[in-house]
């Protein structure tokens, strides 16, 4: 079964500065794909990045970067130059396709980033 | 371009009541999913869902649970004879293709079970 780990519950960073959330997954699946969402206190899931198992290149999208190690099966997301607004919870999640053709995620519990002014 | 609708955003039941949860997806989107979840915890899948079709329905409660995505109309998400473990978000994504192209996800319905 597929399963994500995040160990971070909370992080803190300083504005401006970067910061890594930690992501482990475990999957006997040869092709996945790995997903970054931001919850802010508002509640909305907000997409954030995607890299695909087969990707050479780690994706970025803005501040936002996958550290993609795919022997270590980590996918840590890299903010730089944090900003206030990037205060939310951040949930890292591995998609899964069966046989039967089901596509689901399935995610970590999250890390809280807190960013101090 | 509206982006997944959800409705209603807050929801409060007495235990024994109905809950009926909406979504409608996001224009041209066919594939339909609902997650919850629970206070301090990640989104755990649900159900799947084609038009007029449950595609995976692995992750649902075994009764009192039930989901449908009719032919017109927006995706229903409904709980019978709710409990006060049922107080949840439920969050429904859409997506053209599926999760490798990234779901799109409402802004969830937050139940609370009195």
């Known amino acids: 079964a597929q399963k994500i780990t995040q160990t971070q519950p909370g992080m803190f960073v300083q504005e401006k500065e970067a910061v890594t959330l930690d992501c482990t997954y475990d999957?006997?699946?040869?092709?996945?794909?790995l997903f970054w969402y931001k919850q802010p206190s508002s509640g909305e899931m907000i997409f954030l990045i995607y890299q695909g198992s087969y990707d050479e290149q780690n994706a970025t999208e803005g501040r936002y970067s996958l550290n993609f190690q795919k022997a270590r099966k980590s996918a840590n997301l890299v903010i730089s130059a944090s900003q206030l607004g990037d205060s939310a919870m951040y949930f890292c999640a591995m998609s899964s396709v069966t046989q039967g053709g089901s596509e689901k995620l399935v995610f970590g519990k999250g890390t809280k980033l807190t960013v101090n002014p | 371009n509206a982006g997944v609708m959800q409705n209603p955003r807050h929801l409060v039941r007495r235990r024994g009541q109905e809950a009926r949860l909406r979504c409608s997806p996001m224009?041209?989107?066919?594939?339909v999913y609902w997650y919850r979840q629970l206070p301090e915890e990640g989104l755990k899948f649900m159900v799947y869902l084609q038009k007029e079709n449950i595609i995976d329905e692995s992750g649902m409660p075994k009764e009192r649970f039930s989901a449908e995505f009719p032919k017109e109309g927006p995706s229903i998400l409904r709980i019978q004879q709710v409990v006060r473990g049922d107080s949840a978000a439920y969050f429904c994504a859409s997506s053209p293709r599926g999760p490798y192209y990234g779901y799109t996800f409402g802004s969830g319905t937050r139940l609370t079970v009195v």
């Open positions: 999957t006997s699946d040869q092709s996945y794909g």
């Open positions: 224009k041209g989107h066919s594939h």
